[in-house]
């Protein structure tokens, strides 16, 4: 069983930044791909970026590409999320995902072959 916290969260003003840290209670973290997603009100949770086993592969969705990113530190099963020039349509849960199954050099996109989710947390960016 894997447990994911994630913390980081908060209200900032638009244009600034904010860095999201998701923790994993796993012996081997560095076998799960990782990726970040998010739910805003009334809206379907949506990719916004992901990281292969060792960390030599990102993807991201277009919406945050070039403001937003990704690591991870296999050593201290941490990942990251650092998020610049914050809008305010970036208002929404992120929540840190893990996937048992992903193959060396992938990263995975698709929500439902994510196996284990974190609780969330609240990042609002007001104008």
């Known amino acids: 069983q894997v447990q994911l916290v994630e913390s980081g969260g908060g209200l900032v003003q638009a244009g600034g930044s904010l860095r999201l840290s998701c923790v994993a209670s796993?012996?081997?973290?560095?076998?799960?791909?990782m990726g970040w997603f998010r739910q805003a009100p009334g809206k379907e949770r949506e990719f916004v970026a992901g990281i292969s086993l060792s960390g030599g592969g990102t993807l991201y969705a277009d919406s945050v590409k070039g403001r937003f990113t990704i690591s991870r530190d296999n050593a201290k099963n941490l990942m990251y999320l650092q998020m610049s020039s914050l809008k305010v349509e970036d208002t929404a849960v992120y929540y840190c995902a893990a996937d048992g199954d992903a193959r060396p050099r992938i990263v995975v996109v698709r929500l439902d072959e994510y196996d284990y989710w974190g609780q969330g947390t609240q990042v609002s960016v007001s104008s």
């Open positions: 796993v012996r081997t973290f560095s076998r799960y791909a």
